[in-house]
């Protein structure tokens, strides 16, 4: 039986809403658990993870620690985006420290737009969240996944910060939307380049392997003349 689109994304709403009520660390806590379970029944995704890992040198006995506990943390970041929308700006800022050399990403962001190149590390919708309070209105690309009622409640979550959405599926090609936009308003622009959706990427050594990485930060901040981190 197929759920209508409209009936599961209320479905998907209602269940953030309930989620979003309840403490920061009974969803920890249950995110752990999650996580657990899945490396328990060594999933695709788990196994992906391992394999990324060895790519990457991580191997013998800490490679298997180093799995379980990525996989808790995938889990956690989820919880702590369902979170999101419901926190105040104090929240926010309590949840997000700059560190290393930023005086001269922060100089640039205050005269004009910057393109940021990010790997899938961390939660970048709590990093969008203080960038609006903070530094500059985000713009960026969201692959458009499935299911569609989970897509359309991340989606909302990101809205409620004020990001503006380009919206890529796999094999489009976003970036004539993301020139345009990105010319229209002074952006923090994060874009994730470590996996390649279009099947056009470049080639980089990546580990003990090569990988397809995406050019779409680098070819934004030339077309547009705009400073790249």
């Known amino acids: 039986m197929r759920i209508p ?29 999650l996580g657990s379970s899945l490396y328990r029944l060594d999933t695709s995704g788990v196994r992906q993870y391992r394999k990324n890992l060895r790519q990457l040198g991580v ?10 506990a990525g996989i808790q ?57 203080f960038a609006n309070l903070e530094i500059s209105p985000v713009l960026t ?7 569609e009622a989970l897509f359309q409640a991340f989606t909302k979550v990101r809205q409620q910060a004020n990001m503006r959405l380009i919206f890529a599926q796999k094999g489009g090609k976003p970036f004539p939307q993301l020139l345009k936009a990105a010319g229209e308003n002074n952006y923090l ?5 470590d996996r390649d959706i279009t099947g056009s990427g470049i080639e980089v050594p990546f580990g003990k392997s090569k990988a397809l990485v995406a050019a779409g930060p680098a070819a934004l901040a030339k077309k547009l003349k705009l400073p790249l981190y």
């Open 5 to 33: 689109v409209k009936f599961s994304a209320i479905a998907a709403e209602l269940t953030l809403g309930l989620l979003s009520s309840l403490p920061v660390g009974f969803l920890h806590g249950a995110a752990n658990l």
């Open 141 to 147: 690309v969201a692959e458009k996944v499935k299911p």
């Open 189 to 193: 622009i994060p874009l994730l380049a």
């Open 59 to 68: 191997d013998g006995r800490s490679i298997e620690g180093a799995v379980r």
């Open 73 to 129: 943390g995938y889990m956690r970041l989820f919880a702590d985006t369902v979170l999101l929308g419901g926190f105040s700006d104090s929240q926010i800022r309590s949840r997000v420290r700059l560190q290393g050399d930023t005086q001269n990403l922060l100089r640039d962001c205050s005269q004009g737009s910057v393109c940021l190149a990010l790997t899938h590390s961390g939660n970048w919708d709590l990093a969008g969240y």
